[in-house]
């Protein structure tokens, strides 16, 4: 396959969906990088990788922090000689109206969201420039495309990323490097029982969820598309409720 040998570094690993793109890239012979604040949930990660003969190293890291993000990508960059792929997958979110979300709250979301985009794409930037190569794709959110109630300030920062990731494109394309975005829908991980004031799903509902795996291999696939061709957006949804 395409990514075959290839290195991909990925933000938010440790669980979910990151996790899961992590293990997905692993199996089809890529060299993989992961971050996240949670130390032992990534040497977890990378002992199931390497037990499975798959290569793979752990920094851990938060993407909210400039000292943190350019530490993981150079440890990164030292191991494996180069970075191909990044895939900006941190992210959170809190519910609650725009009345009731605190200034803190407001500051997190931005930070994890938006900011940690930002600094992972900066951080990969020079030496996607220098090789004149590379694929930057960012997790975002159906939640980037159309509003949902108690979901301002996330949906906000979800949808900072479509004009980011689009303006980025049209800034590196004389780079040859290549830059796509994937809206996943509602997906059964950590992540959403981490969202503080978050509705609730009976058992059904949820087994109608997307899985971690499902946006894995999509982002899998997006990545071994082979020039010209490429993916510049994935929108994949769960059956609605």
């Known amino acids: 396959?395409?990514?075959?040998?290839?290195?991909?570094?990925?933000?938010?690993?440790?669980?979910?969906?990151?996790?899961?793109?992590?293990?997905?890239?692993?199996?089809?012979?890529?060299?993989?990088?992961?971050?996240?604040?949670?130390?032992?949930?990534?040497?977890?990660?990378?002992?199931?990788?390497?037990?499975?003969?798959?290569?793979?190293?752990?920094?851990?890291?938060?993407?909210?922090?400039?000292?943190?993000?350019?530490?993981?990508?150079?440890?990164?960059?030292?191991?494996?000689?180069?970075?191909?792929?990044?895939?900006?997958?941190?992210?959170?979110?809190?519910?609650?109206?725009?009345?009731?979300?605190?200034?803190?709250?407001?500051?997190?979301?931005?930070?994890?969201?938006?900011?940690?985009?930002?600094?992972?794409?900066?951080?990969?930037?020079?030496?996607?420039?220098?090789?004149k190569s590379g694929h930057i794709i960012t997790v975002s959110s159906v939640a980037g495309k159309r509003p949902f109630p108690k979901m301002a300030v996330y949906c906000g920062t979800k949808f900072a990323l479509d004009g980011f990731c689009k303006t980025l494109a049209k800034e590196v394309k004389p780079h040859n490097i290549r830059i796509s975005i994937i809206y996943p829908g509602m997906v059964e991980t950590h992540f959403r029982d981490r969202m503080t004031n978050r509705p609730s799903y009976n058992a059904a509902e949820r087994a109608r969820m997307l899985s971690g795996e499902d946006i894995a291999r999509a982002i899998v696939f997006m990545a071994d598309q082979r020039e010209p061709a490429m993916i510049d957006e994935l929108e994949i949804n769960a059956p609605l409720f």
Not at 4 to 33: C, M, N, P
């Open 1 to 131: 396959m395409h990514v075959k040998d290839k290195v991909v570094i990925i933000t938010g690993a440790s669980r979910g969906i990151g996790r899961a793109t992590a293990l997905e890239f692993a199996s089809q012979g890529a060299h993989v990088a992961v971050g996240s604040r949670s130390k032992d949930e990534l040497d977890s990660l990378v002992s199931e990788i390497e037990s499975a003969g798959g290569s793979a190293m752990a920094v851990e890291s938060d993407v909210a922090r400039k000292a943190d993000v350019d530490r993981f990508v150079n440890e990164a960059i030292k191991h494996f000689g180069t970075v191909d792929i990044l895939v900006n997958n941190a992210g959170m979110g809190i519910y609650g109206d725009v009345a009731e979300i605190s200034e803190q709250d407001f500051d997190t979301m931005v930070d994890v969201n938006y900011k940690g985009v930002f600094l992972a794409t900066k951080a990969v930037l020079p030496i996607m420039m220098k090789q």
